[in-house]
């Protein structure tokens, strides 16, 4: 750690150095397609320097740079990479002619910044990358992230009806192990399920990334199965924008128009920048009137939730800084009605209250043409609220429940810090370092009196090695945990080899760790379906994860364009945290380090570009090995990995005379063997069903700058799925044999509104 520090004083020192010297220029330049149009935000790198740019809407570009000879490289998203020699004179500035991306059979130039030094292409990072784009979101006319990722292959979602909560997996591991990050920062949670993730306004998302496998090393504890990164939208250069959006869509067949029965999504949203300087705001608002189900009386089988979610935000930047903060507010409220008593003519409500308010703060000073340092902070303030009460359904009145765990109120506060520099040695080596701090706390009612704040304290550090075709980037964080023994260091390398320009082979190994949360550690919850109670003598769980990819894009003549990538991945868990009862009260569940976990599988994905249409296509298997003790295999428990498969595949077709887009995503998810425990000291294998889920959606460009969409989501009208379970009831949370995955077929239409005033 204290060589690093030294280092970093030395480059910093250096940069001073180079940054005296008055003879930088500026490179100028157009990009625009075979046609004559200009292209806006395409990438453009000036090799071997660490800054980069993208063009305007105008597809204009500047960039100042000291003299020398540098590699100009610019690429977009199916076009053919540009790369030119460019000779650099001392305050003489260099404006190129108009530069044509031609269209390309790569598919891979899609722009990702997870985990990655600097922006750079898919097909250059040396992680697997998946990205959902705009287009993509707007196409599938979803009003929450559950809608958008429930088709993407190796995700699926568990929801708690109960609670109101929904969960995330990820190549067959729990949500607990995926980091969710807005921007690059981490979400924060009351616990294992990533609520986080439906707090997300779906309307200000520019797309993404999903990197499959341990990032540790980069984002720290929780990334065992990899990271969830959702991009904000950001106000482009020298322009005034304005959207706007409302959808409505029904509940299987109940539904009222902009009120009660249904979902309900208006958004807006405003930006501005002008000379460096950019202001944001945007309001959306959710209603969701819950869904009957085959519920008799008052009560619902979906608990009807009202969310309103803002954002608001101020930056600037030019050649050298770029600072920028933003705050996004979520006041939620889910109501649980309970039905009526006939004897006392009395009804049991229950309303779940959530206020989360989410302060970012990025900044990054490109000190010289090489080295270029990042802060990032943050602040999370995050509350949910049980309010329960009793309804005299005769008289109106409303009576506050004594009742156990009725009235509680839980707080969760994180604090988040980053610093970061990257350092261009050469276009053969580049260095990133950093160090990382978190601090989490929470109180309330359900959290034990002497619950102490957790404060987490990293360093890392990242080369990223370049020798001809082939990259490699390892890794190593250090860190002290102030509850717990953490590793000393988490290792990881990755590695990229271009075998052929049509041909990449990345491998890659990752020592993982997720240290247990705050909700593991002292949380304690007691009603009436619930009796759970936290342990603050776990350890780390921790894992070793392998994994591999081959990816080929196959040379055809535009306009068709096909890529195939196959890939593969091996975890091995120790110290996963998992339930158990309670030695010396059967009647509570407790977390503990009991279970052994694997999970291993490969996948095939497939993507096709040929004039209107857009295709992909794919194929996983995912096993899951779970022994949860020393005599598992006497309880039932088999050797083997038990597996599932999943297929998905997303359609699109543009009619270009009409400019409408139809399109059509499926998902076929397997049989997925689990298993339970009837009694305390046996285990047998139980087989969830499998099921398919499809959307068919449509967009539609009118005049005025507004466009239509509308469809019909979960065309199979899958409700629930057959657990395989026969029990009635479990400990720690109700089960029965049916698990909710839908409220059942719907249907939706939406208008928007994309008005944007480009300044001269």
């Known amino acids: 750690m204290r060589y690093i520090f030294l280092l970093s004083i030395l480059l910093m020192g250096q940069c001073t150095a180079l940054q005296a010297q008055n003879e930088s220029a500026f490179l100028k330049g157009r990009v625009i397609n075979q046609w004559g149009q200009v292209l806006p935000k395409a990438q453009v790198r000036v090799l071997p320097l660490i800054e980069c740019t993208f063009t305007n809407q105008n597809g204009e570009f500047s960039l100042q740079i000291k003299p020398g ?52 292409s898919l097909k250059q990072t040396v992680y697997q990358t998946r990205v959902i784009s705009q287009e993509q979101i707007q196409l599938r006319g979803g009003t929450n992230l559950q809608a958008i990722l429930n088709t993407e292959l190796g995700i699926r979602f568990s929801n708690d009806l109960i609670l109101g909560t ?33 707090q997300i306004d779906i309307n200000q998302i520019e797309r993404i990334e999903i990197v499959e496998g341990p990032m540790s090393v980069m984002y720290g504890t929780d990334a065992l199965a990899g990271v969830i990164n959702i991009i904000s939208k950001r106000s482009d250069d020298h322009i ?38 950019g202001l944001e705001g945007s309001l959306s608002r959710n209603n969701f009137g819950g869904w009957q189900g085959d519920k008799p009386g008052r009560a619902k089988a979906w608990m009807p939730k009202e969310q309103w979610l803002g954002s608001a935000g101020i930056g600037y930047n030019n050649q050298k800084i770029r600072i920028s903060y933003r705050l996004n507010g979520t006041d939620e409220s889910l109501r649980s009605l309970g039905d009526v008593n006939t004897n006392t003519q009395m009804a049991a409500d229950k309303y779940y209250l959530t206020k989360r308010w989410f302060h970012q703060l990025h900044s990054s000073y490109q000190i010289s043409d090489r080295l270029k340092l990042g802060v990032q902070g943050a602040f999370t303030d995050y509350s949910r609220k049980t309010q329960s009460s009793n309804l005299d359904v005769t008289t109106g009145n409303r009576i506050l429940s004594m009742d156990a765990g009725a009235q509680d109120r839980s707080t969760f506060q994180t604090t988040f810090g980053r610093g970061t520099v990257v350092y261009q040695f050469s276009k053969h080596l580049t260095l990133l370092g950093g160090i990382d ?6 109180k309330g009612a359900r959290i034990q009196v002497n619950a102490p704040s957790i404060r987490e304290t990293a360093l890392y550090i990242s080369p990223e090695f370049r020798i001809s075709r082939l990259k490699v980037r390892p890794g190593l964080r250090f860190l002290k945990n102030s509850q717990y023994t953490a590793p000393p260091v988490v290792p990881s390398i990755n590695s990229k080899l271009q075998i052929s ?8 190994y990752a020592r993982g760790f997720r240290s247990p949360d705050l909700r593991e550690l002292y949380f304690s919850f007691f009603d009436a379906s619930h009796s759970i109670q936290g342990n603050p003598n776990l350890k780390a769980e921790h894992s070793n994860s392998f994994n591999a990819s081959l990816t080929a894009g196959i040379p055809f003549k535009s306009p068709l364009r096909i890529t195939s990538t196959l890939s593969g991945f091996y975890n091995h868990f120790q110290n996963l945290i998992g339930t158990a009862i309670r030695a010396d009260n059967p009647a509570i569940t407790t977390y503990l380090n009991i279970e052994k976990f694997k999970t291993t599988g490969a996948s095939w994905n497939n993507q096709l570009f040929f004039k209107q249409v857009s295709a992909s296509i794919g194929f996983q298997y995912i096993g899951r090995y779970n022994r949860l003790g020393a005599d598992a295999l006497t309880n039932g428990e088999s050797n083997n990995f038990n597996w599932t498969p999943e297929v998905n595949s997303n359609i699109s077709y543009q009619f270009k005379k009409t400019e409408t887009t139809v399109g059509i995503s499926f998902k076929h998810t397997g049989k997925q ?19 398919n889920m499809a959307d068919l959606t449509f967009t539609q460009k009118l005049g005025w700058n507004l466009k239509l969409n509308g469809g019909i989501r979960n065309v199979f ?8 379970s026969a029990l009635t009831g479990g400990r720690g949370h109700q089960s029965t044999a049916d698990i909710p995955l839908a409220y059942g077929r719907s249907f939706f239409l939406g208008l928007a509104y994309n008005w944007a005033k480009i300044n001269q």
């Not at 539904?255 to 979902?263: A, C, D, K, L």
């Not at 701090?437 to 929470?442: E, K, M, P, Y």
């Not at 320009?501 to 890659?508: H, T």
């Not at 009208?717 to 395989?724: A, D, L, P």
């Open 166 to 198: 929904t969960d995330i997996e990820l190549l067959g591991m729990s949500g607990q192990n995926v980091k969710i990050l807005l921007d690059g920062v981490p979400m924060t949670d009351r616990g294992a399920t990533r609520e986080s993730l439906g």
């Open 69 to 120: 000879r540098y590699e100009l490289i610019i690429g977009m998203l199916g076009k053919e990479e540009f790369r030119q020699e460019i000779q650099m004179e001392p305050r003489n500035n260099l404006t190129l002619s108009s530069i044509t991306l031609k269209d390309s059979s790569n598919l891979l130039e899609e722009v990702v910044v997870t985990g990655s030094l600097y922006p750079q």
């Open 717 to 724: 009208n899958v409700t629930s799925i057959n657990s395989g």
């Open 501 to 508: 320009k049509w041909l990449d082979l990345r491998m890659g």
């Open 673 to 691: 063997p689990l298993y339970e425990s009837p009694s305390d000291d046996t285990y047998r294998l139980i087989n969830r069903a499998a099921y």
């Open 437 to 442: 701090f978190t601090q989490n706390q929470s």
């Open 240 to 277: 005034f924008k304005i959207n706007a959006r409302l959808q409505e869509e029904t509940v299987a067949h109940e539904y009222q128009p902009f009120t009660s029965s249904g979902v309900h999504n208006a958004s807006l949203s405003l930006g501005y920048k002008k000379n460096g300087w």
